[in-house]
């Protein structure tokens, strides 16, 4: 594999581990968001099934640990205001606003599921482009030593290699290569 190759694999590599993390993340996001929407339901279907003749009272996080207190006054199910999307909000009841957040974490489910499956494969195509990169740079540096040998056992036939070792210990910058090596 030429060095070009191998920086185009390199390249290919960070590019997939960026996209896996990405997808990752879009699946905490997911896995946050069903959470919320199995709270909602939860709550929602409780509320159905209470006995609606008599009057209710409940208090209601809107978040920043500011809590409303809210009264049903009785006589029928309950009402709330639900996103239908795009912007559109209608007031349903709440057994209907629990069917239609347990709609939506079915959805919320499947594109979980298809996340997960990019995840897996982006993990796969990652693990085999750097395993490629990983042999193929160990190629070329076994190539690179056999060709190095090559060349000193030519130049030097008769030159020992412990005498290699010392002369190369008393230059400037000791063991390191320079760039005149």
Known sequence: MEQSELQRTARLVEMNRERFHEVQERIE???????QHDVTATIL???ATKDHASPMKMHVSIGAGVTLTCQHPGGGEGTTIVDLGSGIFAERSWSDAAALTRERMEELGALLENLQSQSQQLEATVTNLAQSFNSATEMMKQAEAS?????????LPTESSEAKQKRRRGGMFGNELTLDD
Not at 147 to 155: A, F, G, K, P, T
């Open 29 to 35: 996001q997911v896995i946050n968001v069903l959470g």
């Open 45 to 47: 279907e409780t509320l």
């Open 147 to 155: 060709d190095s040998q090559e060349v000193n056992s030519d130049d």
